[in-house]
């Protein structure tokens, strides 16, 4: 479905060199990613603030022109074949919304047919699919300025699916999205992808999202791909610490093990963090030798802090994960 290859996309801006005239320099917002997404597959996108995921998203919409590098979506060119590309891929902008404005729902998703040029009957069908899927009944009537962010999104999901696309691209489809919102659109991409067979590449900062839906993770940093491999394995490649959290019969001054003290102690409870090498079980006895203990448990290290450790760049070309090189 995308096959990207050595894909460079740069941008020249004005430098911030003192004198009349500040110079332009060349920023390479995309440096050089290679990936292929296979059909049918859910493919989280990760990465720090600025660091190229929404070009990437524009790139393989056809919105930008990639500077260098052979990209192809759904086999075609997506810079030259924009308006073949836009039926065959559907993508939502989560801080932006394709709907009218002034419109009802309705009528925007009738637009949408209209520019699509599908067949009524299908869109009939798709739509009454749609809305039973989304639960968009109550509010289909309703301007889209008078949506919540949350029905908006939905009625925005909907406009994308409805020529029912071979890809969908998502860039932060659940930002600022409740709970129970969020927990709708990712039961909805989770089945489309699994009964539809729709393949998904999805952009978000929302680890929730990525830990119930994904099971192939790329992240980019400074506009190169750092990884790309399964999330499990991502948790096992980074060295990632993991915490022992110990209950002792009665508050004691911090434990200090070696090199291991407590790094937070809260009454009798206190947190010790335990580097990979470190043999907890060995750990664990000599605490108990030393300390009356009521209560332990080893806590591995979340896909956040692993996410947060690499984007501090606390694994310097960190994993050695797949095929991914500096
Ligand atoms: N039109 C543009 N002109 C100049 N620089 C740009 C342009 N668009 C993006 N950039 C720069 O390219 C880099 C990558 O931006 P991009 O929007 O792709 O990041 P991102 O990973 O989507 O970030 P975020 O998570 O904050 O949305 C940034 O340094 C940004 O300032």
Not at 219 to 229: K, M, Q, S, V
Request: glycine letters at 10%; charged letters at 30%.
């Amino acid at each position: 479905m995308i096959e990207a290859r050595d894909v460079v996309k740069s941008f020249t801006v004005r430098g911030r060199a003192g004198g009349r005239r500040r110079a332009r320099t060349t920023l390479r917002a995309v440096d050089g990613v290679s990936f292929t997404v296979g059909r049918g597959e859910f493919v989280g996108y990760l990465g720090p603030n600025g660091a190229g995921k929404s070009t990437t998203i524009k790139m393989l919409t056809g919105i930008l022109t990639a500077t260098s590098g052979g990209l192809r979506v759904c086999g075609l060119d997506p810079s030259r074949r924009r308006t073949a590309l836009a039926r065959r891929i559907g993508v939502v902008f989560g801080q932006r919304t394709t709907l009218w404005w002034d419109l009802p729902l309705r009528d925007s998703l009738t637009l949408v047919r209209r520019l699509y040029r599908v067949d009524a009957a299908a869109h009939r069908a798709r739509l009454a699919e749609l809305t039973a899927l989304l639960e968009l009944e109550p509010f289909l009537h309703t301007p889209v300025r008078q949506l919540s962010l949350g029905q908006r999104m939905r009625g925005d999901l909907a406009a994308a699916l409805l020529h029912d696309p071979e890809l969908l691209v998502l860039d932060e489809p659940t930002i600022g999205l409740d709970v129970v919102s969020k927990t709708t659109v990712r039961d909805f991409l989770e089945r489309i992808n699994r009964e539809r067979g729709t393949t998904i590449l999805l952009t978000t900062h929302d680890l929730g999202d990525i830990e119930r839906l994904c099971r192939r993770v790329m992240i980019i940093d400074r506009g190169r791909l750092a990884y790309d491999g399964g999330l499990d394995e991502l948790r096992r490649t980074v060295d990632a610490d993991r915490t022992l959290v110990v209950e002792l019969a009665a508050p004691a001054p911090p434990i200090a093990l070696g090199e291991i003290t407590a790094e937070r102690v809260e009454g009798a409870r206190q947190w010790l963090r335990i580097p990979r090498e470190e043999n907890a079980a060995a750990l664990v006895a000599a605490l108990a030798e030393r300390h009356e203990i009521r209560d332990i448990a080893l806590r591995e290290a979340g896909i956040e802090e692993v996410l947060a450790g690499l984007y501090r760049g606390d694994h310097a070309y960190w994993c050695s994960g797949r095929p991914v090189a500096p």
